[in-house]
């Protein structure tokens, strides 16, 4: 007896569990499969399980869906996929602009959307014969619940982690639109396993997912109406990127702003939304409603309330600089964390979350320079600060831009709106953000992040020699505009 702890054993069914009084009921848990490390998600954290595996930790992955996580299979990497199309279908829509008279005469949605899905299906099973062929790491598929700290529920099976990984990702947020339970709509895991093309297609939301899938669709011939609660698409983005984003597709789709869909019935084949759109009630039909309104951490479904792990309002894992939460022993990153909500950021995190899980000397994540891009037409990619942060954090910058126009490529291109911004410090010339709308934007950004990341030296991209003509003199030349 040590104190007032009594110690109750079953060595044959029963694990070893405390009580602190002899009169309370006494309480037994079955024996559970023990593991080093239990990772939930195999998005990300399949790359911690792997590597954890190989350092000689026993390891468990639990995953309810398909292997890969939602970049694999719902994400970046079919949406890409599909958003080529389009990029093919505009380029002959645009060929006239180059003295070339052509035109489609038949689009095969089916393929187009099934050369994705054949593709993601392919490796997310490709992954999971892999980890079922193999010993370590321990493939558990089915939806993982806490009912400890350390322990969770798979179906009837309790699996414990001595350390906890959370990767499980996010899902669609579903906003509370009266009848929309009650209608057939899409988010973005349907619009990519969509057959058919419609002739019609309602998006609520003009944010990254919303614009991307609205593109890809429109460019192959359907009807696209594009709600957006403000008076900008792609609000986060820098105020020039913005304005001359949504200028460019007012002429494209049918752009409606400061817009609220409030209502959603369905008559027949359509359906009708009816949105508040500034101080009047309108109504719009198609044939097809997307939810694009942004995603939730799936932190709820796992019941992480029962493992002391800390969330913020929103229901994001809080997490510290090295991926650690509230509880010891428990990491979490990817999109259940919220920190960026990126597969490349996932990733870095895997890489940093892995060295502080193995006990080595733990490290911070260094996120810096984080970038992104939105694959859209156009095309756009930016890292840091936008203007309107820079202003609200009362930074002392100043601007220097370029047109792609004013390169001999971008000329070639017949490139006529899209720009290379940079803001940067004034006294120290430090590159506190960089913008870019045209094409290859998520290529081009890359030569500023190298400069960033290496002293963030503007001097760098300003001196080093480009080849002539080529669009990276877009970036040379913006560079080269910021005032000393």
């Not at 869906?65 to 599909?82: A, D, E, M, W, Y």
């Not at 370590?136 to 699996?159: R, S, W």
């Amino acid at each position: 007896m040590l104190g007032n702890i009594f110690l109750y054993i079953n060595i044959r069914n029963y694990e070893l569990v405390e009580t602190k009084d002899l009169l309370t009921k006494k309480i037994f848990l079955p024996l559970m499969d023990v593991y080093d490390l239990l990772v939930i998600g195999s998005g990300a954290g399949l790359n911690v399980a792997v590597e954890a595996a190989e350092a000689g930790l026993s390891v468990c992955i639990i995953e309810k869906g398909p292997l890969g996580g939602t970049c694999l299979n719902r994400g970046c990497i079919p949406s890409k996929i599909v958003i080529h199309s389009a990029e093919v279908a505009e380029g002959i829509h645009r060929s006239k602009e180059f003295g070339i008279t052509s035109s489609i005469s038949k689009i095969n949605f089916k393929y187009v959307t099934d050369r994705a899905n054949k593709t993601v299906d392919a490796d997310a099973r490709s992954i999971q014969k892999s980890l079922l062929k193999g010993k370590n790491p321990t493939l558990i598929q089915g939806e993982a619940k806490f009912i400890a700290p350390y322990v969770v529920q798979v179906g009837k099976k309790q699996i414990k982690g001595k350390k906890v990984l959370i990767a499980s990702g996010a899902c669609s947020f579903i906003p509370p639109i009266e009848g929309l339970d009650k209608v057939p709509y899409m988010t973005s895991t349907e619009a990519l396993r969509l057959t058919k093309l419609p002739k019609s297609m309602i998006v609520i939301g003009g944010g990254y997912i919303g614009c991307e899938l609205g593109n890809f669709y429109g460019a192959l011939g359907c009807k696209v109406t594009i709600l957006q609660r403000g008076d900008l698409l792609l609000p986060r983005e820098d105020v020039d990127v913005a304005k001359t984003f949504t200028n460019l597709w007012k002429k494209k789709f049918n752009i409606i702003l400061n817009a609220s869909a409030i209502k959603v019935s369905k008559k027949g084949n359509l359906i009708t939304v009816t949105a508040k759109v500034g101080n009047k009630t309108k109504t719009f039909t198609a044939e097809k409603i997307l939810v694009a309104t942004g995603v939730k951490p799936n932190s709820d479904l796992l019941a992480v309330e029962k493992t002391g792990v800390k969330t913020n309002k929103y229901g994001f894992i809080q997490v510290n600089k090295f991926m650690e939460t509230s509880q010891k022993k428990i990491w979490a990153l990817g999109d259940v964390s919220g920190v960026y909500m990126f597969r490349h950021s996932a990733n870095l995190e895997a890489d940093f979350a892995t060295i502080n899980i193995l006990n080595k000397k733990k490290q911070a994540v260094d996120y810096f320079p984080m970038p992104h891009a939105v694959f859209t037409s156009p095309e756009i990619a930016g890292v840091g600060l936008t203007e309107q942060e820079a202003k609200e954090q009362k930074k002392n910058y100043v601007v220097g831009r370029t047109f792609y126009k004013n390169t001999g490529k971008g000329e070639a291109l017949n490139e006529k709106d899209g720009f290379c911004k940079f803001i940067v410090e004034k006294k120290t010339k430090k590159i506190l953000g960089c913008h870019i709308m045209g094409p290859n934007a998520s290529i081009l950004i890359h030569e500023v992040l190298i400069a960033m990341k290496a002293k963030n030296s503007l001097n760098l991209l300003r001196n080093v020699v480009h080849i002539h003509p080529a669009l990276s003199e877009v970036v040379q030349r913006a560079a080269g505009n910021v005032p000393l």
